[in-house]
């Protein structure tokens, strides 16, 4: 099946930074979602982007799906933005079930 | 909008015991999923409806998970027997359809002792 690999694994950083976490898969998709899941363990959708760019106040996300890999830019962050982040894809052919990665850990500190 | 709504939030059962979770999705979606998330894990699939027929059920233990969504509209997932390694957060979510933007509940967090 297909693979999802989201790096980096843990990220630490000081208010304000901006960082860039990556998601690569190994197969065609249809779909890509980007979700942040808070220290209550709810799934907040982030970005919905099988291709393109779109952008949310800090946050923006590009899917390059012809290189397969998706990125997700969070500028100026905030302590609030600390928790996991998921990347997930819905390969082609699939009949709706989500494949998510093994998320990336961000930690902002004040 | 209202969300997807779960309930209950938590719950601790011993093993062998049974425990049922409920779900209510986004009105008008006709996608209805259960995802089981495992501490340190990214959700998996346990079940996919579309309306009240299932889809897919390929990663659902079936000897010991059962799930049905009968009006089309709510849906429950129960564990009888339940097991240690049961312990995980049960997350449901929906979508307009199959190929279209999922959105979770806040889970259902299990523990069995």
Sequence with gaps: ?110 | EAGVAQSPRYKIIEKRQSVAFWCNPISGHATLYWYQQILGQGPKLLIQFQNNGVVDDSQLPKDRFSAERLKGVDSTLKIQPAKLEDSAVYLCASSLGQNNEQFFGPGTRLTVL
Excluded: M
């Excluded at chain 1, 980007?34 to 946050?59: A, D, M, V």
């Excluded at chain 1, 290189?67 to 302590?79: A, D, G, K, M, P």
């Design chain 1, 1 to 110: 099946g297909i693979q999802v690999e989201q790096s980096p694994p843990d990220l630490i950083l000081q208010e304000g930074a901006n960082s860039t976490l990556r998601c690569n898969f190994s197969d065609s998709v249809n779909n890509l979602q980007w979700f942040h899941q808070n220290p209550w363990g709810q799934l907040i959708n982030l970005f919905y982007i099988p291709s393109g760019t779109k952008q949310n106040g800090r946050l923006s996300a590009t899917t390059v799906a012809t290189e397969r890999y998706s990125l997700l830019y969070i500028s100026s962050s905030q302590t609030t933005d600390s928790g996991v982040y998921f990347c997930a894809v819905l390969p082609t052919g699939n009949t709706g079930k989500l494949i998510f990665g093994q998320g990336t850990t961000l930690q902002v500190k004040p």
